[in-house]
Structure formats: structure tokens, C-alpha cells
């Protein structure tokens, strides 16, 4: 509950207009929905900005189904659902709404928004077989209202082709770097860029990778400044937070 | 064997009435049925107050079915079976006492008992994906006589949820939390509640959760006290352990 | 705030004795003492019946003594301090109310009070080198009004010495198991009684010991139930936990 | 070198005002300071943004000295040094411009600029240990024109503290979260705030906290949103990243 | 090339009856069957007393097939396979020499040799589920000449089980000791015995048991002494030292 | 862009016959071709004189298709895929150039060339379930023109099976180690050879061996010199390594 | 309590020559010395053959020496101490009965035996800096009655020195292989030998040594048969296996 | 023993000229010296080329000095000691032979050799606190006859530094790559050089760099082709194989 809420309250409390009871109610109130298995916050695109987001691993596409259709009749015009099965897919063909893909295994469910900001998302992957996470954070980036900019294969093995796209690197608001392997990548464009980069390490590689490990340890460890690192294959969490710098302030400074 | 058993015995050779053989004999005699591949402990209702629980993992469907029967022979009148595969379950259809739950994977060969206690094991999850293992702790409670309180998805992202559910963890006497990923749930409700709170990290979460790794760590590191860990996805444990709790000394003072 | 002071609170505004911004205030009105580097916590004893704890471990001994005393001024009967080093100590001997003990490296400011419950918290070690924990455990414990009952030097490689102390085991209502190495005592005697065992396991051993691991994960997958662990040489958090339980519902059942 | 700079020089040799060989010379021409074992960085304050900061670890008291005189005599106005021994320190002191920090073991030799900014660096701790990391990100940011907004020893074990401060956390632009043991600080401030929030684990603790591990993983499988992780203990990078945020389109919208 | 042969081959050329070119080449003449993907050790018999045995993993049936074959052709009467496939197995079938027995995953091709010593292996199991371990160390011991005495069943969670064989484990002359989850048995076992316990982790478990780790981390610190570790789930390394043991000096003193 | 080409081009716009913005456009001009999801660097063989290899692994059959016919477009002659599955190999079995090779999951599309050079890479391994990542290895090295001689199953635990083969040892230019489970063979084939070993760890093995992780250790603390290591099952980086080192200088000396 | 002790008491107690209660307490009387901080187990020469050992790491001296004095005073002529400090031994030193060893950190107490079996330990070692671990195994060997042959730096860099002592390897009864970094001694040995040998990782190393995890793995995962292992840098638990399995059945056969 | 002296030997005893026992005795005349705790392979320099190192770690400065002058004795010329405490250099000042370096910690005993080659060995590395690693290596590499050249503080995080550079990146016959954090300097390398690339991972960094391995494995992961990697802070081990690659066949083709 906002602080202006709250003030609301008391002020109504005071002018003997709600009854202590009620009042009582309403501050234990809970400003979520409650169906049983899951309790979606319907609160969070006051709290936070950015409507209530749906992670369907671990759930059945049953309480998928379920948890979308609860948040848009809350009136939430564009529901994102991340590591989404073909089957849960399946599941709401139906309404006609969702934009389902199977690269990133993302569904939207309602309209994707036109872009509400200038800056765009810079997404650059090491190699190919990144792909998938990115498309989870540019889908999620879209999906929240950016413009979003792609640079796949531009790993350092060949770093001609991360040079050929130095003007858009120095010209981001901020870039998601998605890299497996060694995951030198965010290293070299945090080097390169003056804006926050987002190191997004994937599980993409064999033996001592250890299912990311390496490229995880490798971002933490970057010798360059403004990079911060999120969960191996979150493209998600990149894209969500890549949204949220790019709103900041209007156009780049 | 028991103090007191022991003695009586020691009465009836002094008394002449048990011959030294015997006596060693009995003495070597263990309690417990020897199945050859099994030896289920039919001692430890009485050495620990809680009849024998049938561990599922790793026996083959005839082997569960053959335990379970032994210890229903022997009169045991609740069977607790985890970690039951379906086929397993189907095994012990014919006997239509068993209680088979999918979710959960556990099945309850017998009749499973009227609450024996006042207080109420709590438990709550992180998230819905947390369920199961939530589920497996909420029926081996149940089946060692606890009434079950759930909270399901009050996962800290949203705290709200959690918070407009204060009233019922400051009134309970042992509290199970469930979370997968950071576990944080542990930490939190372990700052809020007066009562010990059992954590179950679970294999909830993707990339560096490294299965269950990073919420066991975090949850053995809660900065709160009167926390404590079972292993991940341990639910029967935490179960169990909030029974012998909520089973001390009546009602909460 | 508790539930019974909000109700208050509200009353109070709805009869017009306390104005809303007042009510303002005291809503957000922190139960802490505010000294910059530290909020200690002086609502603990409301929220959770036992006083706020100092944890020494990285803080100045000029820092302790000033937390230790500003909980004194706040009517705080026992302040236990926790990984004290012999110079933290030092500086608060003027005080002539410390109490410290330079095997646990803990100190107990004020009074250590009587115990106020009948049972027993039993603590155990694996060797003579785990008495450090036992005795943080043990003082802990103390601290908070429990009669302590120590075996000490009980591990497994030798099971005649534990075996010969089965008597106490089977009669407490809470076990404190210390031990560091394999770890091997906590299911033993977890195996053996029928009362929560509270794992902790020690920094105790070499090479493979890996500075607790070994025995960590050992007490995490003990084959016992009624098992659970707390972090590698939490002492303190073990004698908290086993206060907890050892003060519900007075005696033993 | 710059794109403008590049063209400009391709203009001079098409005019035949730059020979070839010269033009060869000057785009072979590295923008760093060669001493022979450190090469600073010179450039970096036209393409980042920000001027080169000296890393003191591993370094020589007298190696930090001859790079930062070095690059003070470029024209540098501010030089930040971390990781900077007391020894280090005294080395510089005769200069009469170093303000050197114990605590967080950071020098800045030259002025501490003015704030440049409207909005404030938040930065929280979940414990006293946490401050000299804390520390460091907050001489950070204040060395690169930040103000900067202290809410130190909010941990999650007592939530109350945090959410007496709940304010300050909605009005934040960007928000560090220091945290050590379980770092359950940063989901609970990411799920409360509209912000990014930059999670920052730190080596406090001990036994499972492994020397950050444990705050390390928690902080990468946040359930909250918003959230991205530097390195353990890295209070530098986390304020370059804060006033990176920051300063994006003067005040937050 | 044993010692002996060196001497005679010496002999042989002093004496003109082999030419020095000749010697050459049986000095270079190794004694194995080269496969070209395989070089089974034809010598092994002669230089350690016990014949070759085939490693099945990562080996193709028709690979398998082949080497056994030739082992058989080189006069080998017993032919041991280990992690054995049915499929494998069945390749074998029309040799009608074939013993496969599916729990172990073992095929032993030729006769199984009477046992040629007195003593008895000692093959102990914490639980049901570490019994196809334990049959891999029971077949090989049994293919090597060794009686075999089995103790299923009878971990630490109930000591009176293993304590009922006390017996049995003070007359062995070489125990293996096979665990999952924490290993304890081997400790238990080691303080109880007066010979060699060799210590077989195996993968069952689940959670923080890592695969093995735990029960394997667990043995090596065993605080009883006497006891030595094999590789998880490694029956065959038992077995065969087992037998190495046993075989030693007749019986036992 | 090599350095002869720039300086071309400076004197092109020296003398007027290259407009600026021209000249700016080839100076960003990559050298690799960009298919959107993949950017083949067909530079590479000019840049480190081989040429562009395709890592099959985590690319979809048709994108590999894809990425190979565009490289024989450009005129590569010989395209090496690896990590290939039968699947994709199907889809290119229509040009009738592919060769496949379903042990070590390589495809060679177009020629293998002649041997180039006079050395044998030689490639050893422990046992034969090495032999796939051995085969990668000598499928690489093969297409880049090597000549290659194979010792399979010469592990440590029979050595004369090795030493057997010492004077190939003695003779190779450069030799390949693989070997999984201790990886002991590299230690032994460094200590006995006087050129470059260069050591690939497998996955073979189970338990501790962790995946290959103690292989990799053992090789990474080989006590012989001149052994240096790559990835687990790395057999590509192998071969192209010991390629690189066979065209050195033509014969060994 | 031995069987035949067991029998005489009830015989005693039939015969009513032994009163109930008397033989209760005989039956609870613990065969160990009770000193609190220690219960040195008295029993074990006559349980495991073997007397009581002392370890000495985190036993403070005083502690030591009353345990030391305690045996001595139950008449057990040889008292072994490990992981004893320089300290520690000089509190012995005035009994004038002390063997202090600087190098391998262990005292020995009383005698040291004449040698009581034929058959002779060896110990060998991968290099010079493992001889401290390998000298407390050969001190332990030696207290325990074994005569023993040292086989120094015999690592498999330079394999000619390990070959060159072979004769001593086929015919030793049992030995110890001692090496640190990547541990393949243990692997070469043991495909040379034909008896049991242990392996005993050491510290010894740097970097991917981990502290001796490369060594304990590649011995755990030793392709060669009739390998077992210690904890990393545990002489003494091999010198006390060795001993065990020397003493059985007197000469090797 | 080579195979010509084999051939001789036999044919001597053929001949009649070397008794049949003598013979023996020369075959199994090891070509070391055996100082007891040591054994220098004074025969190294025949099979391999490079004459024996001593390793100091772990080894008394009386035991280098005693080595050392060992080999010296031997006629070895040059005699290269790594991780040699100021303390050993000490003891062998007397000499007036002792090259003592304190950054690197090696000592060469003798000349150091003229280059005997063409080629130079590039060592590059990440940072300035990585030259303690490097310089090991460039001095082993001088001692065995190497050119050698030295960039420094070229990390990724300002690649102009290192693209200032690349021309003698791409003139090299061999890299040494060192670099400590995310160790990405070797894949960047690599992607540049047409060389083999020796990298080195260096313990430098803090947190989640854990002592070296996360560049460790970052560089084992390295997406570049033509890398390999020796053990962390292994600077002489890259100097070895740099200079057996550089020796390779004469000047670079």
C-alpha cells in the first residue's frame, strides 16, 4: 500500500467516514490474487512499474493457463510468460491473444506495446547457439516497450565483427551481452561501451563449462567497469532490467 | 531394547526362569523384520515414538509392496511411502488401503490419523513450483497427526503476500519454509516468527541455483535465528521433524 | 507493530485523540536503536521473546562496545555477545558485568539468568577439538535460561562411549550434536533418540574435511530422521534453536 | 580513437596535409601511457566517460604512486585508488592531495568533485561487517559526482528496519545492496523498489558462506526483478555502475 | 617381463642361441592382445595373480564381444564384465558360458571358480538401495575365488541392525562397507572391526548428497581408522581388493 | 584489416582516388559473411592460415546446412563440422561431399586435403571409450593436412603397453594425450616424449570422476613439462593445436 | 563388551553371585577413560588390536599431555601422537620417554616395538615435498611393529626411477603411495604390484591442486586395480591400514 | 636407457664381453641421483633435451642448495630453481653463481645461455599484478635459450592497448598469455595470433575469481582455436613449452 494511500485511509479514519474495523481490513488487505497454488501481484505495476510477469517453469500448463487468464481479467493488457512449453502453449490458443515463440520459449499473451522510449536495447550474443536467451531478453525487452537493436554471432574469437559494430555499441543506452564458453564477450564490449552492460552468461558449451559456470565466473570477473551479471540463461532478468535503464530520463544524455 | 526390558530380563535369570542362552539369545534378538534386500526397523515405534517410513528411491515396485505388507503385518496401522513411483502405487492398489497423491509422490497405506495435537504445522512456499516438495512435508505431517496450515507462493519478490500472512506465523508453533532459487523465504519468515522455523531448499530455480545449491546455502547462512536445514527437496524430513516439535509439551505456551 | 498496538493506534485516530500525522509518524517509527553502522534490534524480545544477540565477527571492538551498551541503557538484562575477541572484551571489563570465556570466544554482559524450564539441552561432540562450538552452543543456551547437560568426546570410532550414555540420550528433549570430520554422530544419535537433533557441524579436520563441507553435507544426508543442521561451527545458532524448542510447553511428554 | 577523430584524419590525408606514413603513425598511436609493467589508460575518460581508476591489489606502494602521478600529470583531475595498503597510502601523502579512507581502503588523490547529478546512490547493508564494501562503493560513487544515501544494517532478520526506510528505497534512481552470509537483502529491496538494483555479495560471514559463495549465488537466483550481481566484496564496481545509472537523463522520470 | 624371463633371455643370447636382433624384438614384445581399439593385458595374470577384466562402460556390445572372445582364445577361464548392458549380455548369450545378472549389471563368462580360501568377504549395505553396488563387489569377489557373507540393510539409522551382526563383523577378515547419502556405515563398521574396511560411496541419495559426494566426503574423513575409500559406486574396486585381502596368508591369525 | 591493405588505402585517398566516406565504409567493412544468426568468418584463413570451422553443437541442422553451403560459396575447400548430428549430416548427404564420421560426430564437406607437412601428430589414449574424442582429434588434424598415427588403450594401468610404444613416443613432433578417469597418461607420455603433449581430459569415467573433472585436474598438475591442456573432450582443439605445431618449420629438428 | 565377558556375567548372575543392579551397572560401564574434554578409548587394544592413538591438531599441549600421561598410566607401553606441534612435545619432554619427529610432526611416546612381522611396508613418494606425509605413515608403521622400506621422489615425470626400484614393488606385501599435484604414482604403482596399495593424496601443489582435491581424485578414479584411498595428507590412517593388512597372516604367500 | 645403448649392451653380451650379471645390473642402473630425499633426473637432458629444474616449493633451502650443487657437480651448466624463497638464495650466494629474481622468485645457477634460436617468445599479460607469473616464465624461458618479449598490462578491459600490439602478435611463433579475473586476454589473443597460445591463469583477482579459477576456466572455454592451458600461476611450466615450441625446426615458416 502507497504512502498516499495509506494517508488516504487514516484521513478517513479520522473524519469517523471508515470504521475502525474495515480499516483494519484494508491494511491486511493483500493486493494480490489468491488461487490457492499461486498468488499473482496484481500490486507490482503500481509498486513497480512493470505489470506482473508469469515464469512457467515448474508449473503445470494448467496453472499457466489459470494465472494468465486471472491477470487479464485484473485488466492487464500484455502478460509476458517466459519458459513457456509448447503444450502451455497449446493451452491458450485459443483466446486468439498469444504470440507464442519457440526459439525463446516465450509467450505473450495480449498486445506486444509500441515502444514508449528512443533508446534502444542493444543485444549481442558470442555465437549462434546464444540465440535463445536472447530472444528471451529481447521478447521481454519488446514486450515492455523497447526498441531493440540485435548483434548475434559477434563473439571474440573474430573480433573484427564486434569492431565492424562499434558506432552502435558507443551510440547504446545500454546492451545486453549474452555469451556462453568463456564468456569474454561482456569483458571486451564493457571495454568498448560507456553505458551499463548487462552480461547475461549462458549455459551454451561442453566439459569445463560446467553449464555456464565458466562464463559466470568469467562476467563477475570482468576487468571492465559497468558490467553486472544475472543468472546463467536469464535472459528474462536482463531484458526486464535492460527496460528499466532504458526508461530512465528519456533519450541519452 | 529398553532400559526396563533389559532389567526384566536380568530378573529372569537371576530368578532362574530364563536360562543363560536364552538370555543371550534375546539379548542378540533384533528387532527388526529381516527381509533379506530389508530391514525395516518394527523397533522404532517404540525406541522413537514414530512407526517405520518407507523410503521409495531406489527399491523396485515389488520391493516397496513387499515392506509395506511386512510392516502392515506386523500391525503397523499408517504406512508412509515417499518418493513412490505410479507403478509402485499401482502395485498396492489391489489392497485399496493405499492414499496415493501424484503431486507429492507419497502414498499412505492405511488410515491416516485424526490430528493428536493442537497446534498447526505451517507451511509455506517461495513459489508454486515449490509444491511438491511443500506437498510431501503437508502429508507426512498429516499422517503423523498435525493438523496443516498452507501458504503457498509468499515468496519474497512480492513480501506483501507474505506480510498479510503475519498473523498466522506469529501464532505457530513450528513453521516448515519451503524455496527454491535464493531461498529467502527462510531468512525472512525467520526474523518474523518466535517459533523454530524448519528451511527446505529445493531444486526450484535454473543456471547458478545449481539444484537446490544456492537456496541450501542460504538458507544454512539466514542472518535469522531459530532457523534450521533439512537436505533439498527433503520435505518428508522437515515433515517429520515439525511433528516431533508440534508434538512437545501440549499447546504452545 | 503488533497487531493489538495497530488496533490501538486506529482506535485512538477514530476518536480523534492522536492526528493523522502523528499517526504518521509512529506507523513508521522503527522499534531500533539507530547508532549509523548498526540498528540493533530492541523489539526482538516483543517480536520474538529473546533479546537481540551480538554477532562480533567483523566489527570493531569499539563497535560492540558501544552496540553492548546502548542495549544496556535500553533495559537489555543479558546481552550476549558472540565471536568476541579477547580485545572487544577488553574494553568492556570496566563495566565489571562481563562475563567471558575464551574457548567459546563468547561474552555474556549482565547477568546470566536461572534456568526457567525443567528439561535438559543435551550437547554432544565428536571429539575434544569440537569444544570450542559446543561450549558457544552451551553458553548460548545458558544465556537464554537452559540447563545445559554436556557429553563431550562421544564420536562413533569408538560407539561403546556414546552407547554408554544412551540413558541421557533417550531421556532429552532436544540434542545438540557437535562434530566435525565425517559427521557420522549426528545420525547415529539421531538413529537413537526420539527428540529433534540439531546438527552442527564443526571446522574440525584436514584435507577432505574442506574446512566443514565434509561434515555438512554429511548431517544434511543423514539417514535419521528428526535431523537438522545448521550452519559449519554455529554454535550459537544451535544453542538458540534448542532454547526454542526446550521452552515449549514446559516438560518433556 | 573517436569515429570524428578518424574522419577528420582521413580529411587532413585526402587534403595532402597529413602524409601517409604520419597518418599510419597516429592511427597506430595508442591512447595509454606506457610505463613498461602498467599501461593506463588515458583514453578511457573520452570513451567511457570516465576517467582510469588505479586497482591497488597486487600492485607495489611504489608501482601506485608512478601511476598516479603519471596520470595526474596527463591533466587527470581526480585519481581513485582501491584496494590501497596504508603503506600505498603513505607513499602519496606528501603530495598533500590524497584523502585516503581506512575503512574501505580507497584513496582519491586530487578534488572530490561536486555532485553533477539530482538523484542519490542508495546504498544498504544487510549487516555492520558489510561496511567497508559499502564504503567503497560509496567513495565511488561520491569520487564520480554523486551524492550518495547511507541505510546501513537493514537486514532482512529484523525486516522492520528495512521497512522503516521503505521511502527512501521508492524514491531511490538506483539502489546498492551490500549484503553478506545469505544475501537475502537484495531480493527483499528488489522486490520493494522501482529501480535497478545493483546486488553486491560480500566475504562476511563464515563456514557455508564460503567466502561470499553463499551471498554470491543468492543474490544470481533473486526472485525479484531488477536485479543484477557484481563481483563478491566489489564495492568499486558497483558504485562505477551506480553513477553510470545515475547520471542517464538527469532526474529520474 | 618378469625378472626371471630377463635372466634366461640374457642366458640365451650369452649363449649364442638367440640372435642379438631376435632378443631385440621380444624385448620389445609386449604382452598384450593388440585390438587396435582395445590392448587387453594377457600378462595381468602373470604380473598380479589375477586375470584381465573387461570395463563394459563406453564400450560397444560388439567391442565387448571381441575382447572377451579373445580373451577365451588366449586361454583365460574366467572372463569378469563389469557395467555390463542387457544388450551385451545378449551378444554373449550363444556362447551358452555366459552368467549375467541385471541387478549388478556383471556378465562372467567361463566358470566361476570355487572358492580357494578360507576367509569370507564381508559386503555390508547402509540400505536397499545400494545393493546392485554392493552385488558388483559380491560377483567380482565371487569371480576372483572368495566366499562372500552379505549384511543388507543395516545402516546407522537403526544401529540394533548392524549391532545385531556384530558377530560377523569381529570375525571378518576384510569388510566392505557400501553407503549412500552420508556414509556413515564405514564409520560405524571401521570402530567396530579389527581388520581392513574398504569404504564403497555410492550415488544413492538425493539433494545435497551430490551424486556420491557426500557419502564419499564423508568416508574419507572417517575419524574410525582401518578404513580406505574407492571411487563411488565403484563395486569392482572393492570386490578385487577385497579379494587381494582376503587372499593374503592363508587364514586369518 | 591487415596492415599492407591500410596503407593501400591511405594512398588511394592520398591520391585522390578513394572518397572519404568511402574509405570509412571499407574501413568498417567486416571480413566474414552475416547471415543474422551467424557471422562465418571467412577472414580467418587469411588472419591465422586456416580456414572457418563450424561448431555444430547448440545449431539447428538447417542453420549448419546453411552456414556450410555459404562457406563453399566463398570458396573454402574443405568445411570441418563438428559436434555434427546424424541429422544434420543428412541434410547435407545431398551435395555429395560430405564425409562422416558417426564415432567422432565430425563431418568433413568437400576435400581432405594431402598431408602438407612431414611429422605424425600422434594421437594416444587411456582406454577405448577415449576413442571418439580421439577420433575428432585425428578427423581435425587430418583436414588440416596432417599425417596421423593412432595408439589406442595404452592407459598406466598395464604401462608396458606404453613403453611398448616408446619410440613413437621418442619420434613424434607433437602428441595428443587422451584419457579420462585420472588422466594419468599425459603425466607419463610428458615424462617419457621431448616434444609438446598436448592433454585432452574425457568424460569417461564415473563417480569422482565428476565428468571429467579429475582428468582435467591431473592434467592441468602434470609433474612432467611440456604438457599443456584443453577442454574436456575437446579432441577439436586438440587437433588443431597439434596441426599448428606439425607446420612448424617443416621437419623436427 | 566382548561376547565371552558378556556370558561369564550372566553365568555369574544366574549363579546369584552377581546382583541385578550390579550387573546393570557392569553392562553400562564404558571401557573408555573419562577425562571430560576427552574419552580416550581404553578398549580398542583389545577391541581392534590396536592401542589408543592420540591426534594431536586442535588439542591444546596440556590437553595432550594429560591424555598422553592417562594412557601411559593404563599401561600402554607405546603412545602415538600426530599432528603434534613443537609445543605440545615440549610439555613431554621431561618424562624423558619422548621420540619427537620435527619433519613428520608425530611423537611417540614409551617404546618403540621391535618389528613383529616379516613382511616390510613400503612407502613411496611422488616427490621430495611429500616425504612429511609420507614420514608420519612410516613412524606410524613402525609403532605399529612393521619394518619399513622408503622409496623417495619416485614420481612419474622421470618414470626410470620408479621402474628402477620394481623389484621392491613385486615384492612388497603392501604399499603406500604418497603424492601430491596430479597423484598418478598411485595409478603406475598400482598397475606394477600385486598387492594391496593406498594411496595418499598430499597437499602438495599450487593453483588446480586445490589444496590436494587433483591428487584425491585422480587416485580415487585410478584405472589400476587394488587401489584404495586415504584423506589428503592422512600418513598416519595408511600406516595404520598398512600395518593391518602386514599383520595378516603372517609371510606373504 | 636409450635404444642404441640397449642394442650396444646386448651385443656386448652376445659377444662375451659383459658378464650375464653385469649386465643386469646396468639395466637396472637408473640414470638419477639418489640423494635419499631426492632423486634429480640427471637424465633428462638426453630424452629430453632440457636439463633438470628444481621446483622449490616444499623443499628446505638446504635441500635446493644440495640439489643444486648435486647437478652442477653433474656438469649440468645451467640450473633453473622456481618458487625459490629469498632464504634459499641465500644459502647458495657463495657460489657466485646465483642469478637471483625476488618478482619472480627464480634463481638460475650458472649462465644463462646465449638465445639459440630465431623466434622470440611473446609473453603478454591482463595486468601489472600478473608480471610476478610472467617473469617466471620469460626467465625460464631465457634460461633454456629463448629471445623473449615482454607486453605488459594488456588487458581487455582497454583492447587499444592490446590492438597497439598486434603486429607482434601476429609476427610470434609462440604466445604466453597471463592473466588473472576472467582471464579473457587468451581468447582475445588467440582470436588475433596464427600461433600456438599458451595460457596461463594467475591466482590475481579476489572473490568470485577463487584463487584462479575462474580464468582458469574461462581460458579452457576459450572460444579462439589454438589454445591450451597450464595450471594457475604456472609461469614455468608456459616457458618450457614455449621454448620446446619455439626450438621447433628453426625460423617460423
Known amino acids: 500500500m502507497e504512502q498516499k494511500a495509506l494517508h488516504h485511509l487514516l484521513e478517513q479514519v479520522a473524519a469517523g467516514k471508515l470504521p475502525v474495523d474495515e480499516a483494519m481490513l484494508q491494511l491486511r488487505d493483500a493486493p494480490f490474487l489468491d488461487l490457492g497454488f499461486a498468488k499473482p501481484d496484481s500490486h507490482r505495476a503500481v509498486r513497480q512499474g512493470i505489470a506482473e510477469v508469469i515464469y512457467?517453469?515448474?508449473?503445470?500448463?494448467?496453472?499457466?493457463?489459470?494465472?494468465?487468464?486471472?491477470?487479464?481479467?485484473q485488466g492487464q493488457k500484455?502478460?509476458?510468460?517466459?519458459?513457456?512449453?509448447?503444450?502451455?502453449?497449446?493451452l491458450l490458443e485459443d483466446t486468439g491473444l498469444l504470440d507464442y515463440d519457440a526459439v525463446s520459449r516465450t509467450g505473450i499473451l495480449g498486445e506486444i506495446p509500441e515502444p514508449d522510449c528512443d533508446g534502444a536495447v542493444v543485444i549481442a550474443t558470442g555465437g549462434t547457439s546464444d540465440i535463445p536467451v536472447a530472444e528471451e531478453a529481447a521478447r521481454t525487452a519488446a514486450a515492455l516497450g523497447n526498441p531493440v537493436n540485435r548483434l548475434y554471432d559477434v563473439g571474440v574469437s573474430g573480433i573484427h565483427r564486434?569492431?565492424?559494430?562499434?558506432?552502435?555499441?558507443?551510440?547504446?543506452?545500454?546492451?545486453?551481452?549474452?555469451?556462453?564458453?568463456?564468456?569474454?564477450?561482456?569483458?571486451?564490449?564493457?571495454?568498448?561501451?560507456d553505458c551499463p552492460v548487462i552480461a547475461v552468461p549462458t549455459s551454451v558449451g561442453y566439459g569445463a563449462a560446467f553449464g555456464g559456470l565458466a562464463a559466470l565466473l568469467g562476467m563477475l570477473n570482468s576487468c571492465a567497469s559497468g558490467v553486472s551479471v544475472v543468472n546463467i540463461d536469464n535472459g528474462f532478468g536482463a531484458g526486464y532490467l535492460a527496460s528499466m535503464i532504458n526508461h530512465i530520463g528519456g533519450n541519452k544524455a
Open 56 to 73: 512457467g517453469a515448474g508449473k503445470t500448463p494448467e496453472q499457466i493457463r489459470r494465472i494468465a487468464l486471472a491477470l487479464r481479467d
Open 78 to 90: 500484455t502478460v509476458l510468460i517466459t519458459r513457456m512449453s509448447q503444450e502451455a502453449a497449446g
Open 162 to 193: 564486434l569492431l565492424a559494430n562499434r558506432e552502435e555499441i558507443l551510440r547504446a543506452k545500454v546492451i545486453v551481452a549474452v555469451a556462453g564458453m568463456e564468456g569474454a564477450l561482456a569483458s571486451v564490449v564493457g571495454g568498448l561501451a
